[in-house]
């Protein structure tokens, strides 16, 4: 019902800041429940009883489900009606990039808020009594003229193949709430209605398969649609902001001979084969790092949980093995998705012909520090003399499309369309768990409907009057 | 022309189902009413199936008896089988429905128009509303006599222009053996209303004594019937049983045979057939894969040899009428006492209603029952209800009473007709209503009889049973809630026979309740405390229990709405004023002028941001 858009007492939020690059990114909340999510979503540097309001607090957004941390934030918290919205606001200051703000928006999501429309920050400013006429006029403005760019763009959001799917999966829930209807308005009549039992079968076999399959594509279409993060890791000195520098082709770190100069994370943006690909390079890792270096090396930690991929560099001038233990600690999580390509730098000065064992040496030792099966990929490279370098990308491209899709996928769901999926998803197991323990019709046609709407949420159709139409379509009925 | 020596407050045209409670609900507030009707031998007939109720019927029935109207008390009186459907289900979706004794219906309702004061029955064809300055003034009848009133309910069913169909014969009739009203529907579009054109149709009567009821199947009612009305005692008259029988290959073939003669199907009739009430021959058409139909046969009385079989609603030739029913079992030798046909007649697009179903083009002139588009006696009864206590209130200078979608099936079909009218005859549904666990046939009175009390229709008896219910159903479920269980061989042996699984530890009646696996009634009979418990009240406590998580939102999501139907819009505001609107919705809101945001929000084609835009400009003229 139109109605539902009208809710102004729930909890909205939004990335406040522009898409694409930029230093920060703020996601923004406003409603009842900032507060509460303020606790849970936020770990602060410094213990923090009670957080007082209009106060910047430094800290982590940690999932509180794993309780892994997100990432390095600034943390705000606006209580009513001393803020824009009159209500409780929370703002999250954190890394740009959309796989960062989404990953925190997403968190937010899952504790109860719900995706602002457009303008509805300042529409409930103005409600609630914040801003003046002359804004209102803007106000409004905002609201019909983004209102209808937004219906547009989700509209194009919706690819053929996208609508086509969501289609058959309505009209798959349409029948099976028609079934249960008609079985509840004509209890007299006989046979061709759908038994409960095969309502249940159809959810369970075409609808459920069906969103978990439009969720799933969610997930596997994530480095087409954020791009994937590849980190350079290696022992010091052995050519990472090198091979950084040469696959971007600028001059972004300082090269030098130097042990432990590079300091900071560097990252670029690259595109191989039409994905983004944001390539950082690690800080230097030494044993028994100082102080400064020692949250350089938790960063890389936390980058690695996040990663699709790391380059293994190792120097050709020599391969001793040393310090693996402490590169390999950093990209565990992907040491363990076996997402690892070795690469062999500075090829230019060994000779030729010691190559082809150099690599098989440095495959063995990458493997068995790694405790890794099969075999690890090793690619010859010297970034300084710029050889080897697209067979390089090629590699990466081959390595990172492997755990994803290799075209660029058909359904390419927004976050906005995963989230209504998966409260579409939820609805339909209730239904099916409703079915199971043979609770009335009319209570499993409230989670079917529910899951209706999302999708109708999703596609931005309503069509509570489709119903109708699909029961007397389908059954005769009536005296 | 003559001007009629009394003036009333409310006139009402027509005196069916609609119009008898609209008459009753204005004389019973005290304001002085008149109700004009073709054929005084005619209030309240049943021209269709003889039957009330069924689901969402069943409980628009119970919701007039709660705000004090007459259809419930009148079936229980005169009702020959009393059924519950969908009992296995769960209390949202069970429902009863009566067979009435048609000629003891009619009569009983005629009498209690008869003994009401304050209101006058008179046998006239009313051919004008008089209108004056844009409002009503009065009727004018064929007679060319002038009737004088404040309001005027318009409630004249299948006769505006109707026109009757059996095969390709066709002649104006109201109704089989009543003459239409054709004068007063050109008046009513003179007015300025967008009329359209809608159709029903009626199954041919049999003979009892030509029916073979050895052959079919029996359907007995309801061995302790349940009354409709909160205030019946019980059932009066003894209770008949219906049978089931089946149209064949055989019957389709005939059919088949016949339709080059159907005038549905060789396009004379142009009226709007309802979907869900199907002809026989559009069943056939439609779904040529059923091998057989079933048809219930229904007695029309105690005292009649009258056989309704109902689905076989025809209007093809009449010598196909008789092969058609001679070849269903147990109709071989069925005689036809009258035949099945089609009618066509005059409706108005309801989109031109108010809410309180007074027109928005002459203040003072009400609409209800098939003039609206509606099917359906209950559908016309709860529309003749409002619009009679509406236009009284009118009279006596109070608001309009408006039912809204979260507390009764009457505000979700009014409102589904003033918000988006309707293109062919609309009928109830449980479906229709979005708050279907909270709109009940079993809590009809806690949600309305308030109401009806408020308005003036509730009179102290029924009022102190009521309020003495509401208490019995508090203390119950406060019973429920304190009584505690501990786990142990007695409880768990108890537990075990009624399929459950033992306690684990201590827990209150209510949690336990809560088990899917767990009939309420059963469980209760362990306490004596909840004997004699009336079955309604025992569906309200297993709604408070068992299905509490659900219930618990929907009345959340009903708050939310009402909070929206609470936000008033006024009703001279420009639209044409309000910045951010599109000139479509301008003239969407312009031509409906609706009283809330909420009713605006369910016009079809009104977006959020515009009505975004009209809180904006609402709190900017300080009119929120």
Known sequence: MATDLLRDNDTIAAIATPCGPGGVGIVKVSGPLARTMFKKLFQPAKELANPKSHHLYYGWVKDPAGGQLVDEVLCTLMLAPHSYTREDVLEIQCHSGPALLSKILQLVLDHGARLAMPGEFTKRAFLNGRIDLAQAEAVLELTTSKGAVAAAAAAKQLSGAMSQKIAALKQCLMEALAALEVAIDYPEEEGEILSEAQVLHKLRNEALPAVRDLIGSYERSRIWRDGATVLIVGRPNVGKSSLLNALVCQDRAIVSPVPGTTRDVIEADITIEGMAVRVIDTAGIRQGPDPIEALGIEKVGRLAENASLALWIWDATDISSREEGAVLAEIEPLARKKAILTVLNKVDLVRREDMDQMLEAVKAKACAAAGIDDEVECIPISAKKGTGLSKLSNAMARKLLSSSQKEPPEILPTLRQKVCAERCEEALARAASNLKTSASPEITAIDIRDAVGFLDELTGENASEDLLEQIFSNFCLGK | ?624
């Open chain 2, 1 to 624: 022309m003559s001007i009629f020596y009394k003036e009333y407050g409310v006139i009402v045209i027509g005196a069916g189902h609609a119009g008898c409670e609209a008459a009753l609900a204005a004389a019973r507030l005290g304001v002085p009413t008149c109700l004009v009707t073709i054929n005084l031998d005619c209030i309240a007939a049943m021209s269709c199936n003889p039957a009330i109720g069924g689901l969402a019927k069943g409980h628009l029935v119970r919701e007039i008896d709660a705000l004090g109207g007459e259809m419930a008390r009148n079936i229980d009186e005169t009702g020959i089988q009393f059924r519950k459907l969908n009992t296995s289900k769960g209390p949202a979706v069970r429902a009863t429905r009566a067979q009435a004794d048609r000629l003891l219906y009619r009569l009983r309702m005629k009498r209690i128009i008869e003994n009401q004061p304050d209101l006058d029955v008179y046998q006239a064809m009313a051919s004008r509303i008089l209108v004056k300055d844009g409002r009503v003034f009065g009727i004018e009848t064929t007679l060319g006599e002038e009737i004088h009133g404040r309001c005027v309910v318009v409630t004249t069913g299948t006769f505006l222009r109707g026109l009757i169909h059996i095969g390709l014969n066709q002649f104006p009739a109201g109704r089989l053996g009543d003459p239409p009203s054709n004068r007063l529907s050109l008046s009513i579009e003179d007015l300025g209303f967008e009329m359209g054109r809608l159709k029903t149709g009626t199954t041919p009567r049999l003979h009892a004594a030509t029916i073979d009821f050895t052959v079919m199947e029996a359907q007995e009612g309801d061995p302790e019937p349940t009354p409709f009305s909160f205030a019946s005692k019980g059932v009066k008259l003894s209770q008949v049983p219906c049978y089931i029988t089946y149209t064949n290959e055989k019957t389709h073939k005939i059919i088949e045979k016949g339709i080059e003669r159907s005038p549905l199907f060789t396009g004379v009739i142009e009226g709007v057939g309802a979907r869900y009430c199907p002809s026989i021959e559009d069943k056939i058409f439609r779904f040529p894969d059923r091998p057989r139909h079933q048809i219930f046969i229904e007695p029309e009385g105690l005292d009649t040899v009258e056989i309704y079989p109902n689905g076989i609603s025809t209007s093809l030739p009449i010598d196909i009428q008789h092969e058609m029913v001679h070849s269903i079992q147990g109709l071989e030798k069925a005689q036809i006492l009258r035949p099945g046909y089609a009618i066509e007649y005059d409706y108005s697009n309801p989109v031109q209603l108010r809410p309180s179903l007074e027109t928005q083009l002459v203040n003072g002139l009400f609409f209800a029952g098939q003039i609206n588009g509606t099917s359906g006696y209950e559908e016309a009864a709860a529309q003749g209800l409002i619009a009679g206590i509406n236009a009284a209130r009118q009279v006596l200078e109070l608001e309009p009473v408006i039912i809204k979608r979260s507390q009764g099936y009457i505000g979700v079909m009014i409102d589904d007709l003033v918000t988006k009218g309707t293109k062919e005859p609309y009928r109830m549904f449980t479906s229709r209503a979005e708050y279907r666990l909270l709109l009940r046939e079993d809590n009809a009175d806690l949600r309305l009889c308030p109401l009806g009390r408020k308005i003036g229709l509730v009179n102290d008896e029924v009022w102190d049973a009521f309020t003495r219910k509401r208490d019995r159903f508090e203390q119950a479920l406060a019973k429920i809630r304190s009584i505690r269980l501990r786990p142990g061989r007695d409880t768990d042996a108890w537990l075990e026979s009624m399929g459950s699984s033992p306690l684990r530890k201590p827990c209150t009646l209510e949690s336990l309740l809560k088990r899917p696996e767990l009939e309420i009634g059963e469980v209760l009979r362990r306490f004596p405390e909840f004997d004699h418990l009336e079955d309604q009240i025992v569906a309200q406590l297993e709604m408070e229990t068992k299905y509490s998580g659900y219930v618990k939102r929907q009345q959340e999501e009903a708050q939310l709405f009402e909070k929206w139907e609470a936000m008033r819009l006024p009703r001279d505001l420009d639209y044409w004023d309000v910045p951010g609107l599109s000139n479509e919705i301008r003239e969407k809101l312009s031509k409906k002028r609706p009283d809330s945001i909420g009713l605006a929000s369910r016009i079809p084609g009104v977006t959020p941001a515009a009505l975004t835009a009209l809180r904006i400009y609402l709190k900017k003229k300080g009119m929120d």
